[in-house]
């Protein structure tokens, strides 16, 4: 994953966990796109583990290599539309 840039949909537990275990085993933050609806859980993500933050996530998807799509189930199919059918 040397060089790849990942984007995580959703910024809650599950994201977290993974963000802070990938960090820790080395990789690189800025390497990391966190995206979130609400400003203050982009804020604090920046400020625990320094990676780069979008509340827009089609442009979080075009700019990743790896997307990981890390919201509730309920919340699946609209996301998916919104990254499949733009407006």
Not at 28 to 48: F, V
Not at 52 to 72: C, F, G, M, P
């Amino acid at each position: 994953m040397a060089n790849k840039t990942i984007a995580f949909i959703g910024t809650g537990n599950m994201s977290y966990a993974i963000i802070g275990g990938m960090i820790k085993n080395g990789f690189a933050p800025q390497s990391i796109i966190a995206t979130n609806r609400n400003a203050e859980k982009l804020a604090k993500a920046h400020a625990d583990f320094g990676v780069r933050t979008e509340q827009d996530n089609l442009k979080a998807v075009e700019e990743a290599d790896v997307v990981v799509l890390s919201v509730k189930p309920q919340m699946m199919a609209e996301l998916c539309q919104t990254l499949l059918m733009p407006d």
